[in-house]
């Protein structure tokens, strides 16, 4: 996997550098934005990308090869082949998936994309996040610990990031939609982060 490859400048703007499938994998685009569409347009989950197609001036979203274990055990909520309008910026699924989190966000009374926010907001919410993954992981390796050993006895005595790596491949479904919700969070506040961090302590939108 790769990280969608953006530079964030001064004066509320930013750059989203593209590659065309037919450039031997070298960046070849460039596309000025408004730091404000953030929200409408940029996948806070990793496993998604966007490919430049010059023939048809077209941006479209991707799914990338080698996702984890988790991506690959949901039914995503955007939608490959979706296509990035670089004029308005506004990609229709990635909105719809971002605005799902950011209501999340602000349940947790935290600061998102959609907001005037500063840098203090965004390590608020790295750190709020960054708890939350801690717990949970935390818990579900107690809880295969427990089980683990009910049914075995003779259960090996593993370290701990040898627990945790076999008890996060056997979540459930339903802990699984919880980690990726928690990375796309996760992800938001960093992008938050680098966002402050060119344009100063704060920025208002």
């Avoid at 840098?119 to 390796?141: H, Y």
């Avoid at 259960?155 to 701990?160: G, K, S």
Wanted: with cysteine; aromatic share 12%; proline share 2%.
């Amino acid at each position: 996997m790769k990280n969608l490859k953006t530079i964030f400048t001064r004066e509320g703007k930013g750059k989203l550098l593209l590659e065309s499938p037919y450039s031997n994998s070298h960046l070849n685009e460039e596309f000025m934005f408004e730091l404000r569409s953030l929200i409408n347009w940029y996948p806070l989950d990793n496993s998604y990308d966007y490919i430049y197609y010059p023939r048809t001036d077209c941006i479209t979203l991707v799914r990338l090869a080698g996702v984890d274990g988790f991506n690959l055990r949901r039914k995503s909520y955007m939608q490959e082949g979706d296509n990035l309008d670089y004029l308005e910026w506004n990609c229709p699924s990635v909105a719809r998936e971002n605005q799902r989190v950011s209501d999340i966000a602000h349940d947790l009374h935290l600061k998102t994309f959609a907001d005037a926010y500063s840098s203090s907001d965004a390590s608020r919410g790295l750190t709020q996040v960054s708890k939350l993954i801690d717990e949970l992981t935390a818990k579900i390796t107690i809880d295969y610990r427990t089980e683990a050993k009910k049914k075995d006895s003779h259960y090996p005595n593993y370290d701990m990031l040898k627990q945790e790596e076999i008890a996060l491949k056997q979540v459930d479904k339903k802990t699984s939609e919880l980690y990726i919700l928690l990375g796309e969070l996760y992800n938001m506040y960093r992008v938050m982060g680098k966002v402050t961090e060119k344009n100063g302590a704060t920025r208002l939108f």
